[in-house]
């Protein structure tokens, strides 16, 4: 079964500061892997995904991240931090079970943006 | 387009009573999941559906129905609420047609059962 590890249930960075969010991922396939955002007291929205071709992937408000197999990492970066950006952020991965689409979630990681 | 919009956004029981959430998309999506939040431990399936009339066990089902009468709409229903279902639900859907498809979140239903 696939799964996703996120290093790290709170993080804090000053505004300005790079984001660094942390993923691994188990997979004995080639996996497909995304990063959702939840801003508080609402649902999870996509922030990116990877599926094939370049491992660099570019998402929505300046996030990005780097899919490298040799170390099963997927981490989420930002150059800058901005105080829109503490939300909590959930990688996840993508598999097929039983005919369906299971999209298996880590615990989560809390970005606090101190001003 | 609405997206996915779930009812109600707060509720609040006695141990033993019943009630029902209902999720609703307007994306004519065949997949919708209902999921579970609890603090520390990310989002868990309860049940999913893949398309109307069709549902199924997701991790931790026990506790919890579904029915998938409309291809729209899905419901999720707790028989006897106990304390250990105090939770944030939140329902999703999905083409499902790929493995890069993505999930469309609801808004969540806060669940408090006392």
């Known amino acids: 079964a696939q799964s996703v590890t996120q290093l790290g249930s709170h993080v804090s960075v000053s505004e300005g500061a790079l984001v660094l969010l942390r993923c691994n991922y188990s997979?004995?396939?080639?996996?497909?892997l995304f990063w959702y955002v939840q801003y508080p007291n609402q649902g999870l929205q996509l922030l990116l995904k990877?599926?094939?071709?370049?491992?660099l992937v570019k998402g929505i408000n300046g996030f990005e991240a780097e899919f490298k197999k040799s170390e099963t990492s997927f981490h989420l970066t930002k150059p800058s931090a901005h105080m829109s950006d503490a939300a909590e952020y959930f990688c996840?991965?993508?598999?097929?079970?039983?005919?369906?689409?299971?999209?298996?979630f880590g615990t989560g990681t809390k970005l606090q943006v101190i001003p | 387009n609405a997206g996915v919009t779930q009812t109600p956004k707060f509720r609040v029981l006695k141990t033993g009573q019943s009630m029902t959430l209902l999720c609703a998309q307007d994306?004519?999506?065949?997949?919708m999941y209902w999921y579970r939040q609890d603090p520390g431990m990310g989002l868990r399936l309860i049940h999913y559906?893949?398309?109307?009339?069709?549902?199924a066990k997701g991790e931790v089902p026990d506790g919890y129905n579904v029915s998938r009468l409309k291809k729209q709409n899905f419901l999720l229903g707790l028989e006897s609420a106990a304390p250990s279902q105090t939770s944030v639900y939140f329902c999703?859907?999905?083409?499902?047609?790929?493995?890069?498809?993505?999930?469309?979140f609801g808004p969540g239903t806060r669940l408090t059962v006392t």
């Open positions: 999703a859907s999905s083409s499902g047609r790929l493995l890069s498809d993505e999930q469309y």
């Open positions: 997979s004995s396939v080639p996996p497909y």
């Open positions: 990877y599926t094939t071709g370049a491992t």
């Open positions: 996840a991965v993508s598999d097929r079970l039983r005919g369906y689409q299971k999209v298996t």
């Open positions: 994306m004519n999506h065949e997949y």
């Open positions: 559906s893949v398309g109307e009339g069709t549902t």
